[in-house]
Antibody, heavy 121, light 107 residues
């Protein structure tokens, strides 16, 4: 059974840093593009970042570009999100998601349970 | 960025009702459209991709249609487990992927 488990969410002060992890199992992790998607409490969904299967290419939303870095370790079936210069508006549940695969589109096929990042002084 | 507009933002319905949710893209996205169901306190689940392709676990009372800029999610006969929030998402390869604002289906 496919499983994605996020960890690392904490309460952090504005300007601080945090590293999220996503441990996966049950599928060929190294074959898939992976994403981070976030959701502020009580709000809608916002795509944050993606990384291609081999880790060679990453994309970011404008709201996090230059502050967040996505990475992966295919030997450990794990996805990461390094979050720097955190802002209050970064407060959200952060989900890692497996891409559906199959080429030229981005569908979020499987999701973790989410980890809560709270940025507050 | 492609803007996705969902309507209505909420709908009150009863068991057995037919429910229709619409999603409009700000530009042509062909059929690169997904629908997600999110129950309270849970992660979203992919229901439909490619505008009309149901995931294997999705009951046949769900259907999706549309292409270009206008799309529809229909639940033909609402069941208790269908009370949730539904999101559309454009999956065109032009980044970023963007979501509609959500439609809450409630009693």
């Amino acid at each position: 059974e496919m499983e994605l488990v996020e960890s690392g969410g904490l309460v952090v002060q504005p300007g601080g840093s945090l590293r999220l992890s996503c441990a996966t199992s049950g599928f060929m992790f190294g074959d898939y593009t992976m994403h981070w998607v976030r959701q502020a409490p009580g709000r809608g969904l916002e795509w944050v970042s993606l990384i291609t299967w081999n880790g060679n290419t990453a994309y970011y939303s404008d709201s996090v570009k230059g502050r967040f870095t996505i990475s992966r370790d295919n030997r450990k079936n794990s996805l990461f999100l390094q979050m720097n210069r955190l802002r209050i508006e970064d407060t959200a549940f952060y989900y890692c998601a497996k891409d559906l695969g199959g080429g030229d589109s981005y569908y979020f096929h499987s999701w973790g349970q989410g980890t809560l990042v709270t940025v507050s002084s | 960025d492609i803007q996705m507009t969902q309507s209505p933002s909420s709908v009150s319905a009863s068991i057995g009702d037919r429910v229709t949710i619409t999603c409009r893209a700000s530009q042509d996205i062909s059929t690169y459209l997904a629908w997600y169901q999110q129950r309270p306190g849970k992660a979203p689940n992919l229901l439909i991709f490619g505008a009309s392709n149901l995931q294997s676990w999705v009951p046949s009372r769900f259907s999706g249609s549309g292409s270009g800029t206008d799309f529809t999610l229909t639940i033909s006969s609402l069941q208790p487990e269908d009370f949730a929030t539904y999101y559309c998402q454009q999956a065109n390869s032009f980044l970023p992927p963007t979501f509609g604002g959500g439609t809450k289906v409630e009693i």
